[in-house]
């Protein structure tokens, strides 16, 4: 498949909305600021298909990029904005909750977790929630190359040790750097795979 084909659909503000939207959706989130825009930049090979930015919270709709006919790739907002936890739930619903739980085509949710950062509780209660309302998730390491390999490795081990004390199976898991595109064609195949494609 040739995600280099992928073209900007349409933005959401209201999940109603995606009627329009008949392929097989692999959604992308994570906390603001975690790379999700430069890593679906980076997969389609555009600078600026979605828009990243230095500043949180730039992604504020459900963004939609169709790649041909065969699947939809969707830039979700972040969360985290809030550092205390108990904010979380109310972030949760509205939109994102929402498109999770109702989205009629989606196949997966890719939840974006820094590489270069201890793990965060925020994640892992994103992550903890979404196993209990059976939304289908993987795991997406961003930013590999921040960080001293050594560190990176650590801190991607730390957070799956976390995981795995919820999950009794792990998600999975890819390991990606939209700056080095380390592991961001194997993220591409895998995609590819799941619907039939090479
Ligand atoms: P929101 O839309 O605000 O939620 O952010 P986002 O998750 O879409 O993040 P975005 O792609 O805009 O990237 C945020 C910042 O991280 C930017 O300054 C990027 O240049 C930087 N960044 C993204 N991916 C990488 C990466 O793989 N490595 C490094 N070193 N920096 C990255
Ligand atoms: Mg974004």
Not at 3 to 15: D, E, I, L, Q, T
Not at 78 to 93: D, I, N, P, T
Not at 159 to 185: I, N, R
Request: hydrophobic share 40%.
């Amino acid at each position: 498949m040739n995600f280099g084909k992928a073209k900007f659909f349409r933005s959401y503000s209201h999940v109603e909305q995606i009627k329009d939207s008949k392929t097989p959706e692999f959604a992308f989130i994570g906390r603001s600021n975690v790379g999700k825009s430069s890593l679906i930049n980076s997969m389609t090979m555009k600078r600026d298909m979605a828009k990243t930015s230095a500043k949180p919270g730039k992604t504020q709709l459900i963004n939609f990029f169709n790649v041909e006919h065969h699947l939809s790739l969707v830039d979700l907002p972040g969360y985290g904005y809030a550092k205390v936890s108990k904010k979380l739930r109310e972030q949760f619903e509205g939109l994102i909750t929402e498109y999770l739980i109702q989205s009629e085509n989606l196949f997966i949710v890719f939840v974006l977790i820094d590489a270069a950062i201890p793990p965060q509780r925020i994640d892992l209660e994103f992550l903890e929630w979404c196993g209990s309302n059976n939304v289908p998730v993987g795991i997406v390491f961003t930013k590999t190359d921040k960080k001293k390999p050594k560190e990176t490795e650590a801190n991607m081990r730390a957070f799956e040790a976390q995981l795995d004390l919820y999950f009794e199976e792990l998600p999975v898991t890819f390991e990606t750097s939209a700056s080095t595109k380390h592991g961001v064609e194997t993220l591409g195949a895998w995609i590819a795979e799941q619907v039939g494609l090479e």
